[in-house]
């Protein structure tokens, strides 16, 4: 699960009810944007005007999951925050890495830029890896396996991604937040702990080591 850091715009907010996806404007007007009641993971866009969200359908996947014996088919899907237009599905495929194939998804958030959006698929009991789509072509890419991460909505690193992850060393495992492209190419290290993670975020202009 991302970094709770507040929300991207005063007062705008996102939560699911039932399985249905809410929205809260500035003046504190919520309304129902979903309806089915299979819907999961809403974020709002960092321009606070576009819902990405999870939407689990009833198809079976027809194949097996490293961390789910029966999954369903997931899709990714955006509507307007202000309720305009109707729901569009972005991602309705499986996905590969490794030899094995994920449709389960979880935590999508979009890009400042609004032209891609990452998502987590599970690879393991405490491992997710996350996965980067291009909202244009529908193509994807696992960029990095990830503990926890954010993707940064302003200041110099505006679009690169803080990721939690482990990495190996002579020494063992050492598990640290670290700045990556918007390709999973290794920027720096942001720290070790939660409290460095978030400092940073407060502060995305801040040089990294």
């Given at each position: 699960m991302p970094l709770a850091l507040g929300l991207p715009l005063f007062g705008q907010g996102v939560a699911v009810r039932d399985g249905n996806v809410y929205y809260t404007d500035e003046q504190k007007q919520t309304r129902r944007l979903t309806s089915d009641g299979a819907d999961s993971d809403p974020s709002l866009s960092p321009d606070g005007t576009t819902v990405i969200f999870v939407h689990r359908t009833a198809i079976p996947a027809g194949f097996t999951e490293p961390t789910n014996l029966h999954p369903v088919r997931n899709q990714i899907c955006l509507i307007d925050a202000?309720?305009?237009?109707?729901?569009?599905?972005?991602?309705?495929?499986?996905?590969?890495?490794d030899d094995h194939r994920?449709?389960?998804?979880?935590d999508p958030h979009l890009a400042p830029d609004n032209r891609h959006a990452y998502f987590l698929i599970h690879l393991a009991v405490v491992e997710f890896g996350l996965v980067k789509l291009n909202l244009g072509d529908g193509q994807v890419q696992m960029i990095s396996p990830a503990l926890d991460w954010h993707v940064i909505a302003s200041g110099r690193y505006a679009g690169d991604?803080?990721?939690q992850r482990r990495k190996q060393t002579v020494n063992g495992i050492y598990v640290a937040y670290w700045l990556?492209?918007?390709?999973?190419?290794?920027?720096?290290?942001v720290g070790q702990s939660e409290r460095e993670a978030l400092a940073f975020l407060k502060n995305p202009d801040r040089k990294i080591r």
């Open positions: 202000a309720g305009r237009g109707g729901l569009k599905v972005v991602f309705d495929a499986a996905i590969t890495v994920y449709a389960t998804f979880s991604l803080l990721v990556l492209s918007e390709d999973g190419s290794l920027l720096g290290l």
